[in-house]
């Protein structure tokens, strides 16, 4: 055993400075000797050190005296509160605080003293120590208060510093502990400057030795102000200046004026004349060029009298530069300068500028093939600078055809025989039908018979076909005497089925007014009518969608034209929240008056008024209750809203959870059906809970409510009853608080769930010390098992797991995934979608987002502004410069750029002149013309297109080349079968065809 040494500890002495007569004791030191016994030889009990008495005055004392080499320790520190700098102060109380360090191989100990110290801190290695002693900074006449000398301003000449100083007040009045005293006081001023209002210092110093405080003489200062002088008068005089010429540089105005004083501050403001400016400091910035008639002011002060004088100077507009037109895109019929800034361009077939014709747009279309034309920038003459012409750019077009595009619709019964084709810039052209080899001159194409169409193209004034001109789609091309001849053969005609007439049944959500026993192509999928019945169910996917009906033809017919018959989107669900209160042989909606003109269900297809159900209802089991509005002769029902609940042999809410726990452990319980808006509170033992004890959170179709383990830490062993509380009922149970030293040790298993899946044992499990237990994690329909993490580790996607000989707590956590070819966050758009690749594709490219975080909304509609803003993104958002010229398209719009940039370079005309219809759906051919001048803008090849035979409802008119691309690119796609191929080019494109359309033409270009 280790040896104890000890020394035994001499007693400790204070000695404390006391004011005597005028006799100050200076220090204040802790006395202590070390002895022989009584302590541990490295242990030191009592500290001797010096600090002297505070005095006021006196030089502040920053370290301890007495602590020599040959002691056991050091002072490291001596600090003071109330921070004293340099000298103590007047009446002030300090406490000093000193810190110890014990040399190597030595420690204090614990009753370690300093006589008449206070001990504050021991450190925890027993190495360093703190001791604090509060004192009373004595003086020798303790000044209450000093009476003021107040400031004096002078309204005379002094003629020396010793006149001033007899004006002064020459006696100051202190407060001291004996009563008023009144001090004498000695005046002086330094530097003294006798500068009119200049404001001097005069200092005064008491000269009674007798209230001197340890040499410490009482000073203070006064400031007296001079008398103001006489003020000057100061002149300010115009500058002549020659026209200014406006060049986008400030201008200085101090140049325009001179002035014959200095340390004088000028105003400048703007007095009149033709132009326009703003004017900051000395700097006047041109708004419009013209005549200013500037004014420079002085304001009056104590020394300078007011003053001001005018200059008129004249600014004249400036020449702005005019860069010559380059080309951008040229083609055979049209021309694409590269773009400037804040220009009109012009063209002429003469080098004349006064010929020339003016735009907006950088693009000039129908020129002629093989002509040369001269070209123009323009910037036009605006409030600073004239108009300036850039010099001329002359362009020869080509005028060789190498392809052509003609549409010719197919034969059908009783269908007008079409004669000419629509022209082009490059030529024109007829056709000609024939039966074999005979003309045919009938007004109307007959059933079951074989037509040839003739065509001839004649290419106009400076244009020819050359010599492999391309014709796709025909089965001969022949040039014959400059012309193009082209022949194709058709099939033999059938009679048409008739149109459909078909109407909407609101209430049986069906297709009415149909013929029985016939066949449908709706949307691209068939559908048949009962042999004795005319209607035809609503499907979902129809709701919000224009859809296409048509009669399907026989072996004897065509199929028929098609009926676009607008399906409306049915009614958002109700808002309003429900509540129910159900039993073994009733469920009860409780707010059912709530829902004006609605109806009720437990299985949405049996409908019924009242919001009251009967039967026989499981305990346990959960059950839905729907509400809808109802449907109107112009309206669906809404879409239903709907509440899950579970029957409860006690309460109309269910309560799961934790049913054992030790003191200081956090418990948690589930109550199903209920909703947390609801929540009013919880009880245990009949008492009302603190909110700071417990959080509410909503998970699925439970209310969580966790009650912390600050709060059962104080709760008893055994028993405890629990209520939680909503607005139209409460859920009631038990739970057991054991001891923390149960002999029958319990661990926590946690198993958690994520979407799209379940676990068994879900949420918090108490399981035996020893024991085991197996978790079976299920995935939902849809979705598949993507990990499981056991204690935060990943165990792969198992569908099962054990905990053996538990002997800790543990968590398990089973994560799922949509089984889904491709990561798309949207819950509408299924891999069976014909669209859904297409869907993926734009998705993942950025071309387009979800309406939400989790829809897509193939079925709703886009606007125009919408697709010109998409593109618009494509094209990397360029810099716009100004405004579009259509007066629905303001300045401040999410689309406006869009709008302006699209109409800059020729991709939107607009729908009139000045309307461009921002917030109108875009139809199908819409779409395809944006995208068709979009690809001529980007100079993509657009020689691939479609005759669109085949298409009964194939546009004629001006999108007719624009769909013609679109399809024969492969950009836009029809349906139907057969000869009854249909485009629907006039109906709202959906948010799924635009997708598609971009997904094409992104993949083709």
Not at 128 to 143: D, G, L, P, S, W
Not at 632 to 639: G, V, Y
Not at 896 to 919: C, E, H, L, R, Y
Request: aromatic share 10%; hydrophobic share 30%; proline share 2%.
């Amino acid at each position: 055993m280790k040896k104890n040494f000890y020394k035994k500890a001499a007693s400790v002495v204070l000695s404390v400075a006391m004011v005597t007569g005028g006799t100050v004791v200076p220090n204040v030191v802790a006395y202590a000797d070390n002895g022989t016994g009584g302590q541990l030889a490295n242990e030191i009990s009592a500290l001797s050190f010096g600090v002297d008495q505070p005095v006021a005055g006196g030089v502040v004392q920053t370290a301890v005296t007495g602590v020599t080499e040959d002691k056991d320790y050091i002072a490291k520190s001596l600090s003071w509160s109330e921070n004293p700098v340099g000298k103590y102060g007047y009446n002030k109380v300090y406490t000093a605080t000193v810190v110890f360090e014990a040399k190597q191989d030595k420690t204090f100990k614990d009753t370690v003293e300093a006589g008449g110290w206070t001990r504050t801190v021991l450190s925890k290695d027993k190495k360093t120590v703190t001791f604090t002693h509060t004192f009373e900074a004595t003086a020798k006449a303790k000044i209450k208060s000093v009476g003021v000398v107040s400031g004096k301003v002078l309204t005379k000449e002094y003629a020396s510093v010793d006149d001033i100083i007899k004006d002064l007040q020459q006696k100051v009045d202190v407060e001291t502990e004996d009563g008023k005293k009144e001090l004498n006081l000695k005046w002086s001023c330094s530097n003294y400057d006798k500068t009119p209002q200049k404001t001097n210092v005069f200092t005064w110093t008491a000269e009674n030795s007798e209230f001197d405080a340890n040499s410490k003489v009482l000073t203070g200062k006064v400031d007296v102000i001079n008398a103001k002088a006489a003020k000057e008068d100061v002149k300010i005089t115009a500058v002549a200046k020659d026209a200014y010429v406006y060049e986008g540089k400030s201008i200085n105005l101090s140049d325009l004026f001179t002035v014959d004083k200095t340390g004088v501050t000028v105003r400048y403001n703007k007095d009149g004349g033709t132009g326009e400016g703003s004017i900051d400091g000395s700097e006047l910035t041109v708004t419009k060029a013209g005549t200013f008639k500037i004014k420079a002011e002085v304001e009056a002060s104590d020394k300078f009298n007011a003053a001001s004088a005018t200059n008129t100077i004249t600014v004249n507009k400036g020449t702005q530069k005019v860069d010559t037109p380059e080309v951008a895109k040229k083609e055979k019929t049209s021309v694409t300068l590269k773009t400037q800034n804040g220009v009109k361009y012009g063209y002429s077939e003469k080098n004349d500028v006064t010929k020339a014709t003016w735009q907006t747009s950088p693009e000039f279309n129908k020129l002629k093939a093989g002509g040369t034309y001269y070209f123009f920038v323009k910037a036009e003459e605006n409030k600073l600078y004239n108009e300036a012409v850039s010099s001329a750019l002359a362009v020869t077009l080509s005028s060789e055809i190498g392809s052509v595009s003609i549409n010719v619709t197919a034969p059908s019964t009783g269908q007008k025989p079409q004669r000419t084709i629509e022209s082009t810039d490059g030529y024109t052209g007829t056709i000609e039908w024939k039966i074999g080899s005979s003309k045919f001159s009938g007004t109307a194409f007959k059933a079951k018979t074989e037509y040839t169409a003739v065509v001839t193209l004649t290419p106009k004034t400076g244009y020819s076909f050359a010599e492999s001109v391309k014709a796709d789609g025909w089965d001969k091309a022949v040039i014959s005497g400059g012309k193009l001849v082209l022949t194709k053969k058709f099939a033999a005609t059938k009679e048409s089925e008739k149109t459909p007439d078909a109407s909407i049944d609101y209430g049986k959500e069906r297709l009415t007014d149909l013929v029985k026993g016939s066949t449908y192509i709706i949307e691209g999928k068939e559908y048949k009518t009962a042999s004795n019945g005319t209607t035809i169910s609503i499907p979902e996917a129809w709701f919000g969608k224009t859809i296409s009906i048509v009669k399907k033809g026989t072996n004897k017919t065509d199929d028929s034209y098609a009926q676009m018959l607008k399906i409306p989107s049915r009614p958002d669900a109700p808002t309003r929240k429900l509540k129910v209160k159900a039993t073994k042989s009733k469920v009860e909606i409780t707010n059912a008056d709530d829902y004006n003109k609605c109806e009720f269900s437990m299985d949405k297809s049996d409908w019924q008024n009242s919001g009251t159900f009967k039967g026989t209802f499981k305990n346990g089991k959960t059950y839905t209750v729907y509400v809808r509005e109802k449907a109107t002769s112009k309206n669906f029902a809404s879409k239903p809203a709907y509440k899950e609940f579970e029957i409860d042999k006690s309460s109309e809410y269910n309560l799961s959870g934790d049913n054992r726990i030790d003191r200081g452990e956090s418990i948690t319980f589930r109550v199903r059906n209920a909703d947390e808006d609801d929540f009013e509170k919880i009880l245990i033992d009949d008492e009302k809970l603190a909110s700071k004890y417990y959080s509410v959170d909503e998970s699925g179709s439970y209310v969580v409510v966790k009650v912390k383990g600050s709060y059962t830490e104080d709760l008893k062993k055994g028993d405890h009853d629990v209520e939680i509380v909503f607005e139209d009922g409460s859920a009631e149970g038990t739970f057991k608080v054991a001891s923390s030293s149960s002999s029958a040790k319990y661990y926590t298993i946690k198993a958690i769930a994520g979407k799209g899946g379940s676990i068994s044992h879900e949420g918090p499990k108490e399981v035996k010390k020893g024991s085991d237990i197996t978790y079976t994690i299920t995935p939902d329909r849809g979705y598949k098992i993507s990990d499981v993490y056991v204690n935060g580790r990943s165990k792969g996607d198992i569908s099962k797991y054990t905990f053996k000989d538990v002997d800790s707590d543990n968590k398990i956590e089973a994560e799922f995934v949509k089984e889904k070819k491709d990561d798309i966050p949207f819950t509408d758009v299924y891999e069976t979608d014909s669209f859904y690749d297409a869907v993926v594709d734009v998705y993942k490219k950025g071309l387009m987002a979800g309406t939400s975080d989790t829809t897509f909304s193939p079925n709703s509609t886009l606007t125009r502004a919408m697709v010109v803003k998409t593109l618009y993104n494509i094209e990397g958002t360029p810099k716009v410069y100004g405004r579009s010229s259509f007066t629905d398209v303001p300045s401040n719009e999410w689309y406006s750029d869009a709008v302006a940039w699209a109409q800059s370079v020729g991709i939107a005309s607009g729908m009139t002149k000045t309307t461009f219809n921002p917030n109108g759906y875009v139809t199908k051919e819409q779409a395809a013309q944006f995208l068709y001048t979009y690809a001529k803008f980007k100079g993509y090849n657009v020689s691939e297109v479609s005759t669109l035979t085949g298409y009964v409802d194939a546009p004629t008119g001006w999108s007719r080349p624009a769909v013609s691309w679109a399809v024969g690119s492969g950009i836009m796609k029809g349906y139907g079968s057969g000869y009854a191929m249909y485009l629907a080019p006039s109906t709202n494109a959906l948010r799924s065809d635009i997708a598609m359309m971009l997904s094409n033409f992104t993949d083709k270009y």
